[in-house]
């Protein structure tokens, strides 16, 4: 793979073109869809969703305890999509267009 001035691209950057490429076209498919409302099972893991409106040791603690209540509500022991859902309220609140574009 070279580039215009004959350089040889490495590998890591040609896969990040490609990824930055790809995620591209895939947020012009669905752009019209990353402005609607949640659906399905945000609203039971985001939007009605009170373990993931804080990120501090109890909410971390309760994610990561298969028998805690954020493993309960949402009926799924899920400690990475939990604390991901975490990060997000952190960023995003109530506003589903940072998730779905996540």
Do not use: K
């Not at 039971?44 to 603690?61: C, E, S, T």
């Amino acid at each position: 793979m070279e580039s215009e001035g004959g350089e040889r691209l490495s590998s890591s950057t040609f896969l990040l073109l490609v990824w930055l490429a790809a995620s591209g076209v895939a947020l012009l498919l669905y752009g019209p869809a990353l402005h609607g409302p949640f659906v399905g099972d945000d609203l039971g893991y985001v939007a009605n969703n009170p373990y993931i409106r804080a990120i501090d040791l109890q909410h971390v603690l309760g994610a990561l305890d298969p028998g805690g209540g954020a493993a309960l509500f949402t009926a799924n022991w899920a400690p990475v999509h939990t604390l991901a859902c975490m990060l997000e309220w952190h960023y995003f609140g109530l506003d589903p267009f940072g998730y779905h574009v996540v």
